[in-house]
């Protein structure tokens, strides 16, 4: 039974906008979360984390939203660039434990 | 990048074969992984180790053994490969934190 789910295998967005990546989990233990980006044929890279103490993340053009109650988080990317394309997976962990990965959502952002 | 070496990168063996892939890594972490890559599941865990000899299973991990006898290399094993194990597999480390995760380039092994 998948814990981490997203729902949405495919999103474009013009270049310029805004892209928002969304995500559920069911398990409530999980407690850190993180956000992954893929090109093909290579392997994922680490894009963005929050811990459950926090309700939202910053790192550049890159914001991750959490909310406990509603079991769901989000990735924000604002510009939307060219270069962001890619397939985002998001993923959950009870911290210092085993990481449970979505099924992904590709990304096109459209020059 | 992390230093995450996997081998071979590309496979193709046929049904009922043993296969072994190999994870070697240079950064003396803790925690290594193997997840698969299969379309419309993501990415699900097979084994994961927390040290020398200590392993444990995954989501996945039916028709699948590890072993890590060193630090720097975590081997996966199919003992009689099937064509459900057609996947691309991708190993990871973590430090002693263990809050993230980085990951080698993947091996593509196809079962005929």
């Known amino acids: 039974d998948q814990q981490v789910k997203q729902n949405s295998p495919s999103l474009s967005v013009q270049e310029g906008r805004i892209s928002i990546l969304n995500c559920d989990y069911t398990?409530?233990?999980?407690?850190?979360f993180l956000w992954y980006k893929k090109y093909p044929a290579e392997g994922p890279t680490f894009l963005i984390s929050i811990s459950s103490i926090k309700d939202k993340n910053e790192d550049g053009r890159f914001t991750v939203f959490l909310n406990k109650s509603a079991k769901h988080l989000s990735l924000h990317i604002v510009p939307s660039q060219p270069g962001d394309s890619a397939v985002y997976f998001c993923?959950?962990?009870?911290?210092?434990?085993?990481?449970?990965f979505g099924t992904g959502t590709s990304l096109t952002v459209i020059p | 990048d992390a230093g995450i070496t996997q081998s071979p990168r590309h496979k193709v063996t046929e049904t009922g074969t043993p296969v072994t892939l190999r994870c070697h890594q240079t950064?003396?972490?803790?925690?290594m992984y193997w997840y698969r890559q299969d379309p419309g599941h993501g990415l699900r865990l097979i084994h994961y180790s927390y040290g020398v000899k200590d392993t444990d299973k995954g989501e996945v991990s039916d028709g699948y053994s590890v072993s890590r006898s060193k630090t720097e290399d975590f081997l996966l094993t199919l003992e009689s490969a099937t064509s459900s194990q057609t996947s691309v597999y991708f190993c990871a480390i973590s430090g002693t934190d263990n809050e993230k995760l980085f990951f080698g380039s993947g091996t593509q092994l196809s079962v005929l």
């Open positions: 993923a959950a962990s009870p911290l210092g434990q085993k990481f449970y």
């Open positions: 398990n409530s233990m999980f407690d850190y």
């Open positions: 950064e003396n972490h803790r925690y």
